[in-house]
């Protein structure tokens, strides 16, 4: 979650109302960098009493109360931030992230546009945009919004396993297995990527390079049921089936 102070607004419009409200506001700041979310609801909460038009406090309580997954309770600090600045890119944002939370994928779109609107180079407003494009099962929306956050960053890890996904969905294994390897080659301990990957070499039948995938997932994370299971699968195919049964075993085992 991107963490954003907004703190130059803050401090102008702290400045008739002395010290004690930005105080609180930087009290609140550190409790928050300590994950102390509770304590820095508290401190925001006072900032904005004494400070009822200070939009950073709205904004950072919102983000506060998101870490602790009141997504309701944050969406009501992220609009009364935006309702006092309008412009607030973040704010739409982390908005559009508490939407998705609450499965609300058409509203967290709208958002992630909004922000999108407001900075157009905004890589993970695209990136989110697209995540939640795929939760529509628009995947050709979604593969655009990745396709447009590498062009933003061309090493942006996530925005390659994630349109490996999208493309996957569309059967397009060799794509997908592309934009694997490519997230692969940005992070080669990325072990979801081999267990994607995994899983388009097998659709494409080339269940060896399958069974390599897997495995190496299972290197990097031993507790990877998935890959476990997986694995199972393609020594089926292969019909190694005793080497089928003791991965579906280690799987269970794991789940």
């Known amino acids: 979650m991107k963490k954003i102070l907004f703190t130059l607004?803050?401090?102008?419009?702290?400045?008739?109302?002395?010290?004690?409200?930005?105080?609180?506001?930087k009290s609140g700041f550190d409790k928050f960098e300590a994950k102390d979310y509770y304590g820095a609801i508290a401190d925001f909460t006072k900032a904005i009493e004494l400070n009822p038009n200070g939009s950073g406090?709205?904004?950072n309580?919102?983000?506060?109360?998101?870490n602790l997954k009141d997504y309701y309770g944050?969406?009501?600090?992220?609009?009364?931030?935006?309702e006092l600045v309008p412009n607030y890119a973040e704010a739409y944002y982390n908005r559009g992230i508490s939407k998705r939370k609450l499965k609300d994928y058409y509203g967290a779109i709208a958002?992630?546009?909004?922000?999108?609107?407001?900075?157009?180079?905004?890589?993970?407003?695209?990136?989110?945009r697209g995540i939640s494009k795929d939760d529509l099962k628009d995947y050709y929306g979604a593969i655009a919004d990745y396709t447009k956050t590498i062009e933003l960053d061309p090493n942006y890890v996530?925005?390659?396993y994630n349109r490996g996904i999208s493309k996957s969905n569309?059967?397009?294994?060799?794509?997908?297995?592309?934009?694997y390897s490519k997230a692969l080659e940005l992070d080669p301990n990325y072990s979801d990527a081999y267990?994607?990957?995994?899983?388009?070499?097998?659709?494409?039948?080339?269940?060896?390079?399958?069974?390599?995938?897997?495995t190496k997932a299972i290197e990097l994370n031993p507790n990877a049921d998935a890959a476990y299971y997986n694995r199972g699968n393609a020594k089926d195919d292969l019909k190694d089936y005793y080497g089928a049964i003791a991965d579906y075993t280690k799987a269970i085992e794991l789940d």
């Open 74 to 82: 944050a969406i009501a600090d992220y609009s009364k931030a935006l």
């Open 9 to 25: 607004a803050l401090l102008i419009s702290f400045s008739s109302f002395g010290q004690t409200a930005a105080q609180y506001f």
């Open 61 to 66: 309580r919102g983000l506060s109360k998101s």
């Open 111 to 128: 958002d992630y546009t909004k922000a999108i609107e407001l900075d157009p180079n905004y890589r993970s407003a695209f990136l989110n």
């Open 170 to 179: 569309l059967n397009d294994h060799n794509g997908a297995i592309a934009d």
């Open 158 to 160: 996530s925005a390659y």
């Open 57 to 59: 406090s709205y904004y």
């Open 195 to 214: 267990v994607n990957r995994g899983g388009s070499k097998n659709e494409l039948k080339d269940h060896y390079g399958a069974i390599a995938d897997y």
